[in-house]
């Protein structure tokens, strides 16, 4: 099993451009999570989706859009790109209390 | 979700056994406390769970107070490779439910 992958890996992006995140699980989970960590700061939930045709916001869901395409996918999508989004993204999905996360996108908006 | 406090930092010696506090006064008999732990740049990493017994697997073990208002996560052997921001996590584990972060302790292994 992979377990959660995440593409790209990294990206650079103008401010005002727009990019997709994408994200996929092979552990057949029904939830799946996007989070951003700053530099030196923890994680925060951007939007999650609880089953295949649902989403919902996180903390910070602002500039963000999300598709959960099937069970096994769960792409971000950044509209138009800002400074504030330089992060790094990490996806993941759970089933009964366990997570599992993905290596991350580093995500550089300039 | 009970809120959990962790000390901002805290260092052990390589080969020792490195004990990391978790403070949930407020958790309620349903929710079980979980620890992660984020290796420099990485995804999260699951570690233990519990919910009012003593748990242990190969990477660590869980002791709940008898009141279950905290734990400690005790890797027995710390390597330099230990070295990472360990999470305490207090939540309901019916399914799904919304994983949130704290600061978490940053564990520096000494060599």
């Known amino acids: 099993n992979a377990g959660v992958t995440q593409t790209p890996k990294f990206q650079v992006l103008k401010t005002g451009q727009s990019m997709t995140l994408q994200c996929a699980q092979d552990m057949n989970h029904n939830s799946m999570y996007w989070y951003r960590q700053d530099p030196g700061m923890g994680l925060r939930l951007i939007y999650y989706?609880?089953?295949?045709?649902?989403?919902d916001k996180g903390e910070v869901p602002n500039g963000y859009n999300v598709s959960r395409l099937n069970k096994r996918e769960f792409s971000l999508r950044l509209e138009s790109a800002a400074p504030s989004q330089t992060s790094v993204y990490f996806c993941a999905s759970s089933n009964r209390g366990l997570w599992n996360f993905g290596p991350g996108t580093r995500l550089t908006v300039t | 979700d009970a809120k959990t406090t962790q000390p901002t930092s805290m260092d052990c010696a390589e080969g020792r056994a490195a004990n990391l506090p978790c403070n949930h006064s407020?958790?309620?008999?349903?929710?079980?406390v979980y620890w992660y732990r984020q290796i420099h740049s990485q995804g999260p990493q699951y570690i233990i769970h519990?919910?009012?017994n003593n748990e242990t697997n190969e990477m660590a073990s869980l002791i709940i107070t008898e009141d279950r208002k905290s734990s400690t996560l005790i890797l027995p052997h710390a390597t330099l490779r230990d070295t990472a921001v360990y999470y305490c996590?207090?939540?309901?584990?019916?399914?799904?439910?919304?994983?949130?972060f704290g600061t978490g302790t940053r564990l520096t292994i000494i060599p």
């Open positions: 519990g919910l009012k």
């Open positions: 996590i207090a939540l309901y584990n019916f399914g799904n439910e919304k994983l949130t």
């Open positions: 407020t958790i309620s008999g349903n929710e079980y």
């Open positions: 989706s609880a089953s295949e045709g649902t989403t």
